[in-house]
């Protein structure tokens, strides 16, 4: 069965450094999200992404985040400038045909900010 | 007031046993629903996705919707020392774009052997 992959699994890095985090989605969706999970916390929505744009982002997502599409498999998450609280479980989401579509989530890139 | 709770557990059957998931949202505009399945440390698994009121089932799961109390259930039959996890509900409003997934806390259940 086709799944979202995402790299790497963890991931370390010291505060005020930049970190790029990579999707690849199901390959015949369209839709794309990011969602992060602070530890023993709800998963939280961070952006979605559809035709090559934003098209709904979170409070969260200001403007240390970006993201981006880079070729027809990978999805990124760039983080600049890290801090600790940006410590936590983000997961890549994809999902098909409708907005409405149920997603499909990787297994995530554990995050630690030191 | 939050807009997608559940319990969160944990909540402990023995094998063979049906384990039944609750959650309740508070927003109208939420049409979709969905129940992930989430080990640690690992991505949530889609379970079940349901949109119109009244019962789905899929093998073990039955998913079951009351939108007029704002109630949605996940039952899982036959339990398995493997359906240990923690259980997440979530919800979706109808909407053109964006699929903004808002999740409840999740409901950690333990199934003994």
């Known amino acids: 069965e086709p799944e979202v992959t995402q790299t790497p699994s963890h991931q370390v890095t010291q505060m005020g450094q930049e970190v790029i985090l990579r999707c690849v989605p199901i390959?015949?969706?369209?839709?794309f999200y990011w969602y992060r999970q602070i530890l023993g916390q709800k998963v939280e929505f961070l952006v979605s992404?559809?035709?090559?744009?934003?098209?709904?982002k979170s409070e969260i997502f200001d403007d240390q985040f970006s993201v981006e599409r880079p070729d027809g498999s990978n999805f990124t998450l760039k983080i600049r400038s890290t801090k600790l609280e940006d410590s936590a479980m983000y997961f890549c989401?994809?999902?098909?045909?409708?907005?409405?579509?149920?997603?499909?989530f990787g297994n995530g890139t554990r995050l630690t900010v030191t | 007031q939050k807009e997608v709770e559940q319990d969160p557990g944990p909540l402990s059957v023995p094998e063979g046993a049906i384990v039944s998931l609750n959650c309740t949202y508070s927003?109208?505009?939420?049409?979709?629903f969905m129940w992930y399945r989430q080990y640690s440390r690992k991505g949530p698994e889609l379970l079940m996705y349901?949109?119109?009121?009244g019962n789905k089932e899929d093998g073990r799961f039955t998913a079951q919707v009351d939108k007029s109390s704002k109630y949605i259930s996940l039952f899982i039959r036959d339990s398995q020392p493997s359906d240990s996890a923690t259980y997440l509900c979530a919800s979706l409003p109808i909407k053109a774009a964006g699929n903004k997934l808002t999740f409840g806390g999740g409901t950690r259940v333990l199934v003994k052997p």
């Open positions: 349901t949109y119109s009121s």
């Open positions: 927003n109208s505009a939420f049409q979709y």
């Open positions: 992404f559809y035709n090559n744009e934003i098209s709904e």
């Open positions: 390959s015949n969706h369209l839709y």
């Open positions: 989401a994809s999902s098909g045909g409708t907005a409405n579509s149920p997603l499909h």
